[in-house]
């Protein structure tokens, strides 16, 4: 009697974790097959992101490379339809909380959207395929840098004649997440990329969590001064509002001051934003400058296109010493 009661209770136990199992809408162990979309990422987002040093450099720009699968082997070939559908986008937006844009239809094309998975398979042989429109993205590129855009793809039919067989309720949308970046957008140079901008109207603020020498310092026309900090976060550098919008297409810059005469305050490496307003910003990318005897930096550097920007930011992130000492002796910007 006492063993009937155990081998009973073992099939309850058994019965309780097969049904649980099997209640989510895209389990393995489904009897009737569910078509739905997978994602390396294993959710339903793949991320995308093209900086301009990729865009220039590539023939083209890299697929987005999605399969179809099922939960399990379906009995007979199952033709899978998919197309992209901008209506999902604001449910997107207001249910993650995010405020991320519809990819232009002309930046992109589907270059195969009907996917088959074969008779005894659970996965398709090939993959949708998103391809980029190289030329039209870049010559929208720096409009695009401050945008984050989206693009859902969903699975809009299934063709087969298996008729168990059904679509993810859950799974049936992946959400293509596309920005851009300027990496690559600076470029060192042995030429001013243009006519110098007057100095003698900027005005300037240094972040710092100390400092040894004032921002006017780094465009006073005194190599022997220079603008020294201590950082201490990201946002800590120096910051320059030139009066009025220009079209900046470079700068030049030296750094090469020794404190006390022994800490070196060369500017190692630092990253690069201009703005408009001087709220929002865009960042040009990081920049490692060559380091002349590992105490000197005079270099001159040029945009890949002009910028019409006001206000510049130079935000060291990159040390000669263990003090986060950073220092611009002469700045200038160029039109």
Known sequence: MKTYKIHTFIYLFIACLF????????????????????????????????????LKESSDLNYILLPVKATGRVNQETKVILETDESLVKNYNDAKGTEYEVLPSSAYSIGKNSLSIASGSNISADSVQIAFNKSFIEEHFTGFINTTFILPIKISSVQTGDKNIRVSTNLNVVYAIVDFSLTGFVSETSV???????????????????TYGPAQNSYDGDLSTSWIIQSSNSSHGIYYDMSKAHKVKGFSLVSSYILYGY?????????????????????LGSVEPVIENN????????????????????????????????????????E
């Open 295 to 334: 105490e000197k930096v005079d270099a001159i550097y040029q945009f890949a296109e002009p910028l019409e920007s006001r206000y510049v930011r130079i935000l060291p992130d990159k040390f000669s010493n263990g003090y986060n000492l950073a220092s611009i002796a002469e700045i200038y910007f160029y």
């Open 263 to 283: 800490y070196n305050c060369v500017l190692s490496g630092f990253s690069i934003g201009v703005s408009a307003d001087g709220v929002n910003w865009t960042d």
């Open 19 to 54: 049904w649980t199992s099997c209640s989510s809408d895209d389990d393995t162990e489904t009897l009737d097959p569910i078509i739905y979309l997978n994602t390396k990422q294993g959710d339903s987002q793949v991320a995308v992101n093209i900086n301009y040093k990729r």
């Open 192 to 210: 001013k990329p243009g006519t110098s901008i007057d100095r003698s109207v900027w005005t300037s603020e240094s972040r710092h969590s100390y």
